[in-house]
């Protein structure tokens, strides 16, 4: 119900464009979220939005670099990574909840299957 894509492999300094689609019961769940989870370190929590672009939020060690945005017409939730570091490696997974704090705390209900991001100096 959630399915990302728009990962690859980028070298330093370059950029990529994630992006989640929601389906079915999903698409009536108010905040989405964008995770990484890189070798070797716990899941991390990235930015939040809701899923009518009202509000979001972004983690302050990739804000200026990351944007969320969402696109309401296509029920996607976009994240569009800049100045890419090799320490932004790790798979990008999104998530969907109606509790913006579950969400945020990595216990949403919905997860998508993650997308791989490689990031080469």
């Known amino acids: 119900q959630l399915v990302e894509s728009g990962g690859g492999s980028v070298q330093a300094g370059g950029s990529l464009r994630l992006s989640c689609v929601a389906s079915g019961d999903v698409r009536r769940h108010y905040f989405m979220a964008w995770f990484r989870q890189s070798p070797g370190k716990e899941r991390q929590w990235l930015a939040v939005?809701?899923?009518?672009?009202?509000?979001?939020d972004v983690w302050d060690s990739v804000r200026g670099r990351f944007t969320i945005s969402a696109d309401t017409a296509k029920n996607e939730v976009n994240l569009q990574m800049n100045n890419l570091e090799s320490e932004d490696t790790g798979i990008y997974f999104c998530?969907?909840?109606?509790?913006?704090?579950?969400?945020?705390?990595?216990?949403?209900?919905?997860w998508g299957q993650g997308t791989q991001v490689t990031v080469s100096s």
């Open positions: 998530a969907a909840d109606t509790d913006r704090s579950a969400v945020i705390m990595g216990r949403g209900r919905y």
């Open positions: 939005i809701t899923n009518s672009a009202t509000a979001s």
